[in-house]
Nanobody
Framework: QVQLVESGGGLVQAGGSLGLSCAASGSIFRINAMGWYRQALGEQRELVATITGGGSTNYADSVKGRFTISRDNGKNTVYLQMNSLKPEDSGVYYC????????????????WGQGTQVTDSS
């Protein structure tokens, strides 16, 4: 199986910065795209940013210019640097990984982390 563990959430004032990380472990052959999603209380989960295995990135319009997604393929880790945070950025942030495994054949599935809370303390 594959496990994703996020870290780095917490309290932050509007205008501040916070960095998140998500490390994948387990029976991994290759990690394809990785991404960050968030879910505010009472809202649906929404895409924040994604990054392909080759490093191409995509961002939600609401975070463009403020957030930066990156990854370290050697560490199977994806990062999200969040700057100029706004109250509406609060929520639970989840990472997702599109993982290829070789277990009795080639298997490709999406895996999710448990989430890390980002809260505006203003």
């Amino acid at each position: 199986q594959v496990q994703l563990v996020e870290s780095g959430g917490g309290l932050v004032q509007a205008g501040g910065s916070l960095g998140l990380s998500c490390a994948a472990s387990g029976s991994i052959f290759r990690i394809n795209a990785m991404g960050w999603y968030r879910q505010a209380l009472g809202e649906q989960r929404e895409l924040v940013a994604t990054i392909t295995g080759g490093g191409s990135t995509n961002y939600a319009d609401s975070v463009k210019g403020r957030f930066t997604i990156s990854r370290d393929n050697g560490k199977n880790t994806v990062y999200l640097q969040m700057n100029s945070l706004k109250p509406e950025d609060s929520g639970v942030y989840y990472c997702k990984a599109d993982v290829t495994r070789i277990v009795g054949g080639i298997r490709r599935n999406d895996y999710w982390g448990q989430g890390t809370q980002v809260t505006d303390s203003s």
